[in-house]
């Protein structure tokens, strides 16, 4: 199983960035999917959830900026970050809950993570 993240980049303070991951592989089924951030020298912490019926979490840090959603087809989700600020730099990290076609539990998968800037 792998999970690709994409749309990262540099951004100016109060714009908007696109984040997605897919997962891919030899998944038999997708439960929570969700976006984690780590900033240097602080520890990483969860940005938003979203579980298999599209339930929805947020930090309170991003609570009317951010919106998570996920497309179950294409085991893709997506964070939508508007009105960015600079303490939202840091590398985003999506991870899901998935089981696979040769296992009955679900395991924890990581993508590679993706660098967000927001600077003038």
């Known amino acids: 199983v792998q999970l690709v993240e994409s749309g990262g980049g540099l951004m100016q303070p109060g714009g908007s960035l696109r984040l997605s991951c897919a997962a891919s592989g030899s998944i038999f089924r997708v439960n929570t999917m969700g976006w984690y951030r780590q900033a240097p020298g602080k520890q990483r912490e969860l940005v938003a959830g979203?579980?298999?019926?599209?339930?929805?979490d947020y930090a309170d840090s991003v609570k009317g900026r951010f919106t998570i959603s996920r497309d179950n087809a294409k085991n893709t989700v997506f964070l939508q970050m508007n009105n960015l600020k600079p303490e939202d730099t840091a590398v985003y990290y999506c991870?899901?809950?998935?089981?696979?076609?040769?296992?009955?539990?679900?395991?924890?998968?990581w993508g590679q993570g993706t660098q967000v800037t927001v600077s003038s």
């Open positions: 991870a899901a809950e998935i089981r696979t076609y040769s296992r009955v539990t679900y395991s924890n998968y």
């Open positions: 979203i579980s298999s019926v599209g339930t929805t």
